[in-house]
């Protein structure tokens, strides 16, 4: 069986088709065209989660405080008006 194989030495060529070793460049260079598109994508992804998650914690809560405190200036304003309702129907049911 080994008498058969043929012996690789400094002479020894390869053969390959013009058409098939184009086809061979454009695929491997596809193939590595899209593994870094994707690595980049992937990179941008984390980066953004990193951002989201140190924003978090800095900006979220200050914007919850505020929201706080305008609803209970809101209640603070709507038990006022509650007041002067009432107060106006006295004067009101008064001079009847």
């Known amino acids: ?4 194989l043929p012996k690789l030495n400094d002479d020894s060529g390869i053969s390959i088709n013009i058409k098939w070793l ?3 460049v454009i695929l491997v260079g596809s193939a590595v065209l899209l593994y ?4 980049g994508r992937i ?3 984390e ?12 900006y979220v809560f200050p914007d919850i ?9 809101f209640k603070l304003d709507r038990e006022r008006m509650k007041k ?5 129907n006295e004067i009101i049911d008064e001079n009847k």
């Open 36 to 39: 870094t598109h994707l690595e």
């Open 47 to 58: 980066s953004e989660i990193q951002g989201l998650r140190f924003n978090q914690n800095n």
């Open 65 to 73: 405080r505020v929201l706080e405190g305008e609803i209970l200036d």
């Open 22 to 24: 184009i086809q061979i």
């Open 84 to 88: 002067d309702l009432e107060r106006l």
């Open 1 to 4: 069986m080994g008498e058969n």
């Open 43 to 45: 990179a941008d992804s």
